[in-house]
């Protein structure tokens, strides 16, 4: 088996699930990383377990502010955050280590469980791994 099938077969079982901060911890999720620039309201820093809290792999302020959860901006929010994630291949590094050794789930905050950061992050991570 040549070296670039074998990185293939490796990201095939790469498994990245999403979860809400304030949804139930469970026994599969696997390494859990909170990918939020804040800190999530209501939640108490003790009650959430995680292995890292990931700001750097968040969108901006500015990104964030603009996007301001607006289905309508997805795919230009989108584009933008890629090209901010361009150029944290050191703050991802974490997330792709734990894809190595299995589940990993993404913790975010959003209402929107469809047009949120951890979504494009999922989507960009299934790409460039």
Do not use: C
Request: glycine residues 4%; aromatic residues 10%.
């Amino acid at each position: 088996m040549r070296h670039g099938e074998e990185h293939g077969a490796e990201r095939s079982r790469a498994v990245i699930q999403l979860k809400r901060v304030y949804d139930p911890e469970s026994s599969d999720d696997g390494t859990r990383f909170l990918v939020e620039r804040l800190w999530p309201r209501g939640i108490k820093k003790e009650a959430l377990h995680f292995e890292a809290w990931l700001k750097d792999v968040a969108p901006s302020t500015e990104l964030r502010q603009w996007f301001s959860h607006d289905p309508a901006k997805w795919v230009e929010f989108q584009r933008k955050y890629y090209a901010e994630l361009d150029k944290e291949h050191d703050a991802l590094e974490p997330i792709r280590k734990a894809m190595h050794h299995g589940r990993v789930t993404l913790l975010y905050s959003s209402h929107d469980r469809e047009h949120n950061n951890a979504v494009a992050l999922k989507s960009y991570l299934m790409k460039h791994t």
